[in-house]
């Protein structure tokens, strides 16, 4: 997997201070995408122990809320394996850090994936242009929704974050 960014200390990505791992490799390609850089999975440079480092030791501050997922998507097909390990050591050394992930696939979609329980937060669907919104928290536009993980499986309907 290849990376664009680390950032910490963010703000906008997810309820809370945040770190934000910014992923290589998109499929979706949505128009006026804010990070149209992050698409081809071979842009950034390689995901590796020192960025691992890098990225446990930003979540790990006591001050940080949690980490947030984001690209490019995580869940293209290039990222999962490795997103999904990251994302069940982060559940396992630090479970009271959240778990944020933005994917332009529908929750419906990737529901099935074995790691979607230990997330927090997913915002899905693809970005819009004719339906963006600068007023909304958290998305880009209007058909994306902001998911309670843990209350849409218990319910068995998609739950959106209060």
């Known amino acids: 997997m290849n990376y664009h960014n680390i950032t910490v200390d963010d703000m ?12 290589s490799g998109c499929d979706h390609h949505c128009r006026n995408c804010q990070n149209p850089q992050t698409w081809p999975v071979e842009s950034g440079i390689p995901f590796d122990e020192k960025a691992k480092a890098e990225l446990f030791e ?36 630090m479970p009271e850090k959240t778990i944020w992930l933005y994917t332009g696939s529908l929750f419906e979609e990737i529901r099935h994936l074995p790691f979607i329980p230990m997330i927090d937060v997913i915002v899905d669907g693809p970005y819009i242009e004719a339906l963006r919104d600068v007023q909304l928290h958290w998305k880009g536009s209007s058909n994306q929704r902001v998911i309670n993980v843990k209350k849409t499986l218990e319910q ?7």
Request: proline share 2%.
């Open 12 to 23: 906008l990505n997810g309820d809370g201070l945040r770190t934000v791992l910014w992923v």
């Open 156 to 162: 068995g309907r998609v739950i959106l974050w209060a």
């Open 58 to 93: 930003a979540i790990g501050r006591d001050y940080m809320n949690g980490v947030t997922f984001s690209g490019g998507d995580p869940l293209h097909c290039a990222n999962r394996e490795t997103v999904g390990q990251l994302i069940q050591e982060i559940r396992e050394t």
